[in-house]
C-alpha cells in the first residue's frame, strides 16, 4: 500500500498539498475572525494583489532554480509600472499591446543586463542583483518630469484595466488580472516539466559542476533565466500600473522580498534544483492571503505583517530541510527496492568505477 | 603573514600593484578632485564632519568584513539598527531609565544576532536566506514598535554623546570606530582566531576536519554582529536625536559595498581590514563629492550600485584575461618549438595552428 502510493505521490506534493490545507485553514480562520469575509469584493481585492506577485514570484523561481537570486524585481516592477504610466499619460493613443510590449521590453532589457552580468560576467547574483536593485530604483527617482503619475491622466482603456472581467458568475468575477497570472502559471509550468530549457533549469540547479561537465550551455541557460525573470517582473509592473494607477517613486518597493518568501515558501529550494510554478502560486496566494488578511484584523496591528512574514519564511526553510528532505531520501530508497533493474544497473556502474 | 626575503622597496612596489594599491590610487583620485571643487575639503574639521556622516556603516562594515571573509553573509544589520534605535527609544518614550533602555537595546542585538546565528549554526540553513527573513522580520519589528510615528525624544546624554565631540575634534562614534579598527585588523591578522576565521572561509569542511569547531565560531560571529549593528543603530539614533520605522532602511548595500569593494572575496577566505578602510574612505568622499556636485541621495546609491558590480566585475575581467594571455604565450612557445625543430615536426605545428 505505502510502495504504491511512493510510486504516485513525490514529497513535493505531499507538500503542496499540506500548503492548500494551511491555505484553507486560514481562510476559514479569518473567515470567523474578520467581518464579511466570504464576499465577492473579499475575493476581488485578494486575488488580484496574489496575481501580481505571483507573475513576479514565478520569474524569481526560475532564477532559483539555478540557484541564484533576483533581488533587482522589486525595482523593476517599480520602474516598468512607472515608465510606461508616464508615457501613457504624455501619449494618450498609445495602443494597450503596444503599453503591454513595452513594459515586457523594459523588463527585459533590465533583466538582461542582470543575466549578463551574472553568467558571463561571473559575477554572484546576490552582488549584482542587490547593485541593480539600486540602479533601477535610482532610475526611476531621477526618472525626468514630475515624480507622480496619476490614474486621470491615463488614458481610459488603462483605467478601465483592473475592473475588467473575463467572466461572471452570478458574485463570483474573475479579473483580466487574475486571469493573466493564471495562464502565466500554467504556461511556465508546463515549460518547466516538459521542455528541455525547463529541465535544464533543474539540472544546473542540482548540480552546476556536473551540468557545465556534461556539456550544458550553462551560462546561456543562466542568462535566459534572468532574461524571463525580467520580461515577467516587466509584465507584473504592467499590472500593477493598471490595478494603482496612482504611482510615486516607491512604487513596488520591496516586491523582491514579498516575491522571495513567496518562492521559498511554494517550496522552491534555496539551493535550486527543487521547485514548481504551480508552488509558488501557492506560496504567493499564501502570503497574499495573510497580508491582506492582517490589514483587516481588528485584533493585531497590521504592523505584525513583515515580522510574521519573516518568519514564515525561516520555517518554511526549515521545515523543508528537516522533513521534505527526510522524505526524499526515504523515497529514493523505495525506488531502489521498487525497481530491481535500476538497483543492479547502480551496481554494475559503481562495480565498473570502483575497479 | 609571510615575511619574504625581497627588499622593502619592491615590496612596496608589488603592494602597489595589488588590488589595495589599486584603492589608494583611486582614493588619491577622489580626494584630488573633490579639493580641487571645494577649497576647504582637506580641513581637519571637514573631514571629520564627513566620517561622522557614516560612522555607522564603517563600524558594521568593520564586523561585516569578518562575516564575509567567513564564508557567510549577513543582510540583517541595518534592520538590526533600526530595530535597536527603536527599543530603545519606545522603552525611554514608556518612562524607562534611559540607562536600561541602551543596555535593552543591546540585548536586543545580542539576542537577534544568536537568533540569526542559531537557524544558521544549528539548523544547518544558509546564511542568506537566513540574514533576509531577519531583514524582513526585523524591520517588520520596528513598525510594530514605532508605528508609523517618529519619536524625537531620547535621553539628553546620548544626544549628547552622538552630536558632540568626546575627545578634541572626534565624537564618541569616530573613537569608537579607530579602537574597533584596531582590533579588528590585530584580532584578524596576528590572533588565532582570526587565523581560523580565514579558515573556515577557505573550506568549512576540511576546517571541521582537522578539529576546529565551526559552528561555535560562527555562531560568536553572529552574535557579535548582532551586537555591533544595535551599538551603530544607537549611535546612528542619538547623532540625528530621533529615530522613525524606516530608520537606516537600505545600509546593507552601503555597508556590504565597502567590504567588497576593500578586495574580500564573496565566497570567503580572501580579503583584509586594510582593503576595506581603504575602501570606506574612498565611498565616503565619493559620496560626499557626488553630494557636492548635487547628486540625490538615490543617485548616490545608485552609483554605489554601480561600483558594487564593477568592484567583482573588474577582477573577474581581469582573470580571465590574463589565463588568456598566458594560454596565446603557451601557444607562441609551442609554434616556435615547432619551427625550429625539423621538417617531420613542422607537419604537428601546422596541426597545432589549425586548433
Redesign the interface.
Given at each position: 500500500m505505502m510502495t504504491s502510493l511512493r510510486r504516485y505521490i513525490r514529497p513535493e506534493q505531499i507538500r503542496e498539498l499540506v500548503l492548500v490545507f494551511v491555505i484553507v485553514a486560514l481562510v476559514l480562520f479569518f473567515g470567523t475572525q474578520i467581518r464579511g469575509y466570504y464576499s465577492s469584493s473579499t475575493f476581488i481585492r485578494f486575488s488580484t494583489s496574489i496575481a501580481i506577485l505571483t507573475v513576479v514570484a514565478v520569474g524569481e523561481t526560475l532564477v532559483f532554480l539555478t540557484r541564484n537570486?533576483d533581488l533587482s524585481v522589486g525595482s523593476i516592477v517599480g520602474f516598468t509600472a512607472f515608465f510606461v504610466g508616464t508615457q501613457l499619460s504624455f501619449y494618450k493613443d498609445i495602443p494597450p499591446l503596444a503599453a503591454l510590449l513595452l513594459a515586457v521590453g523594459t523588463g527585459t532589457l533590465m533583466g538582461s543586463f542582470n543575466g549578463m552580468?551574472v553568467a558571463y560576467?561571473?559575477?554572484?547574483s546576490?552582488?549584482?542583483t542587490?547593485?541593480?536593485?539600486?540602479?533601477y530604483?535610482?532610475?526611476v527617482?531621477?526618472y525626468p518630469g514630475n515624480k507622480i503619475v496619476q490614474m486621470s491622466a491615463l488614458p481610459t482603456w488603462a483605467q478601465e484595466f483592473s475592473r475588467v472581467n473575463v467572466f461572471q458568475i452570478g458574485d463570483f468575477e474573475l479579473r483580466l488580472i487574475v486571469a493573466i497570472a493564471l495562464v502565466v502559471v500554467i504556461v511556465f509550468q508546463l515549460m518547466l516539466t516538459y521542455l528541455p530549457y525547463g529541465r535544464r533549469l533543474y539540472a544546473i540547479g542540482s548540480n552546476p559542476d556536473a551540468a557545465r561537465i556534461a556539456g550544458f550551455p550553462y551560462q546561456r541557460i543562466v542568462f535566459i533565466a534572468f532574461v524571463l525573470s525580467g520580461a515577467l517582473a516587466g509584465l507584473a509592473g504592467f499590472m500593477f500600473m493598471g490595478r494603482f494607477g496612482n504611482l510615486t517613486v516607491v512604487a513596488a518597493l520591496g516586491t523582491e522580498?514579498q516575491a522571495?518568501?513567496a518562492v521559498?515558501v511554494g517550496g522552491t529550494s534555496?539551493?535550486g534544483g527543487v521547485g514548481s510554478a504551480f508552488g509558488t502560486l501557492l506560496g504567493a496566494s499564501m502570503i497574499g492571503l495573510l497580508d491582506q488578511s492582517l490589514l483587516r484584523w481588528r485584533l493585531i496591528?497590521e504592523?505584525?505583517?513583515?515580522?510574521?512574514?519573516?518568519?514564515l519564511?525561516?520555517l518554511a526553510?526549515?521545515g523543508d530541510?528537516?522533513i521534505v528532505e527526510r522524505l526524499r531520501t526515504i523515497w529514493a530508497r523505495s525506488e531502489l527496492r521498487l525497481r530491481p533493474s535500476v538497483a543492479t544497473t547502480i551496481r554494475q556502474e559503481e562495480s565498473v568505477h570502483g575497479s | 603573514m609571510v615575511r619574504s626575503a625581497t627588499p622593502l622597496p619592491q615590496r612596496f612596489l608589488g603592494w602597489l600593484k595589488s588590488w589595495e594599491g589599486l584603492l589608494l590610487g583611486l582614493f588619491i583620485v577622489v580626494l584630488i578632485i573633490n579639493s580641487s571643487l571645494v577649497p576647504a575639503y582637506l580641513s581637519v574639521s571637514n573631514q571629520v564632519n564627513l566620517f561622522t556622516l557614516f560612522i555607522e556603516k564603517s563600524i558594521i562594515a568593520l564586523m561585516m568584513t569578518f562575516i564575509i571573509i567567513n564564508g557567510e553573509?549577513d543582510l540583517s544589520v541595518a534592520s538590526l539598527m533600526g530595530l535597536s534605535a527603536g527599543t530603545m527609544a519606545r522603552l525611554f518614550e514608556l518612562g524607562v531609565p534611559s540607562e536600561l533602555a541602551v543596555l535593552a537595546a543591546l540585548c536586543v542585538g545580542l539576542i537577534c544576532g544568536a537568533f540569526n546565528g542559531f537557524?544558521i549554526t544549528v539548523?544547518?540553513?544558509?546564511s542568506?536566506?537566513?540574514t533576509?527573513?531577519?531583514?524582513?522580520?526585523?524591520?517588520?519589528?520596528v513598525?510594530?514598535l514605532v508605528?508609523d510615528r517618529s519619536i524625537s525624544v531620547l535621553p539628553a546624554w546620548l544626544n549628547d554623546l552622538g552630536q558632540k565631540p568626546l575627545i578634541g575634534p572626534f565624537p564618541l562614534a569616530l573613537l569608537l570606530f579607530f579602537i574597533f579598527a584596531i582590533t579588528g585588523y590585530i584580532i584578524l591578522q596576528y590572533s588565532g582566531f582570526g587565523r581560523l576565521v580565514y579558515v573556515i572561509g577557505i573550506n568549512r569542511d576540511v576546517a571541521r576536519y582537522s578539529g576546529v569547531n565551526v559552528r561555535r565560531l560562527k555562531m560568536i560571529l553572529f552574535i557579535a554582529s548582532g551586537f555591533i549593528a544595535s551599538l551603530a543603530g544607537l549611535l546612528y539614533a542619538a547623532r540625528l536625536g530621533a529615530m522613525r520605522s524606516s530608520t537606516a532602511e537600505?545600509f546593507e548595500?552601503d555597508i556590504?559595498t565597502m567590504v567588497?569593494l576593500g578586495g574580500v572575496s564573496?565566497?570567503g577566505g580572501s580579503g583584509s581590514l586594510r582593503g576595506v578602510f581603504l575602501s570606506i574612505l574612498i565611498i565616503l568622499n565619493l559620496r560626499n563629492g557626488m553630494g557636492l556636485a548635487y547628486l540625490?541621495a538615490?543617485?548616490q546609491?545608485?552609483?554605489?550600485?554601480?561600483l558594487?558590480?564593477l568592484s567583482?566585475?573588474v577582477p573577474?575581467?581581469a582573470s580571465?584575461l590574463r589565463a588568456r594571455m598566458a594560454r596565446r604565450r603557451e601557444m607562441i612557445r609551442a609554434w616556435e618549438v615547432a619551427e625550429s625543430a625539423d621538417s617531420p615536426e613542422r607537419v604537428d605545428s601546422s596541426r597545432l595552428a589549425e586548433r
Open positions: 537570486y552580468l560576467g561571473r559575477v554572484p546576490i552582488i549584482v542587490l547593485g541593480t536593485m539600486a540602479i530604483r535610482a532610475m527617482v531621477e522580498l522571495i518568501a521559498v534555496t539551493m496591528s504592523f505584525w505583517r513583515d515580522a510574521l512574514l519573516g518568519l519564511i525561516l526553510v526549515a530541510r528537516a | 553573509i537557524w539548523v544547518g540553513l544558509p542568506l536566506v537566513v533576509l527573513a531577519g531583514l524582513i522580520a526585523y524591520r517588520g519589528l513598525w510594530v508605528e537600505g548595500l556590504i567588497l564573496i565566497f540625490s538615490n543617485v546609491t545608485g552609483v554605489i550600485g554601480l558594487l558590480i567583482v566585475l573577474n575581467l580571465s
